[in-house]
């Protein structure tokens, strides 16, 4: 454990102010190492109140710290603001960072959508980006797109008793309106994926629907304030098993058991294409199987799904 850990975990556990000169003693360092490890930890946006008396944590029961992720947490990069997350995934992972690594921001300047939609990233909101190193051909990466969102969709439907489903290919939506999206970008190496950044924006504590209609948050839905960290650390408790044990077959009969799609009437949109029918499946590559006006069968394997 480092040093930050440490007083960290000492701040946590006690609950209440801890004098300088105990923590000097715990730790067997001066008090100006404690002091200047207290900085450094306020710099990287954990709330720690310093008085007379000593240093108190503050608990923010909404607070995103590296610190709350246990022994994974040297893959966690949380900054107050970026651009995108998956820019700075993007480069992480172009300089061999491990599997798993996870940037999070408090909110985001440039925060993108799929088809170039902008996504609105305010204060209160989770976005992250995970990045990936699956063991599979290109051809399976569209199963990995619709895992995320069955994991996801399984952690708002189990622990906060929310009927969330799933639009093709991955927008998670509650009573119609979007909570969650997903956004997925790749570099591959042959026909073999070399890693995936896997981007998600969950609404959480943000207020969306003033501004994007039809979409909710978690907070609205439930009432109160939900804590993002523990949302954060079931979802990449599920993903990243999900992950080791890739098993296609399973994520599509998951994501059938979960979805609002198959059975409508859509319209599938790309950037350069269009498509109107009636959802009939999904294929074992995670394409959505249409039945168009003459009876005839198209299946697409990306793009934006709307309701007709
Ligand atoms: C969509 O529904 O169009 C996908 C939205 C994905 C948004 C997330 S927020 C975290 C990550 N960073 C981004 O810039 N986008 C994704």
Known sequence: MSSKEKIYAILH???DVVSGEEIRARLGVSRVAVWKHIQGMVKSGIAI???PKGYRLLQDP????AYDFGPGKHRIHIFDQLPSTMDKAIELAREHCPANTVVIAQCQTSGRGRLQRQWLSGEGGLYFSIVIRPDLPIALASIVNLAAAVDMCSVLRVQYGVEARVKWPNDILVNNCKICGILSQMEVEGDQVHFMTIGIGLNVNNSPETSVPDSVSLRSLLGHKISRKNILASFLDRFEKRIMTMDPEE??????EVNCTIGKQVHIKTLRDSCSGTAMDLDTQGGLVLQLEDGSHRTMVHGDCFFI
């Open 49 to 51: 109140e310093s008085s």
């Open 13 to 15: 556990d006690a609950g």
């Open 62 to 65: 909404d607070s995103l710290s």
């Open 251 to 256: 994520v599509v009969r998951e994501w059938k």
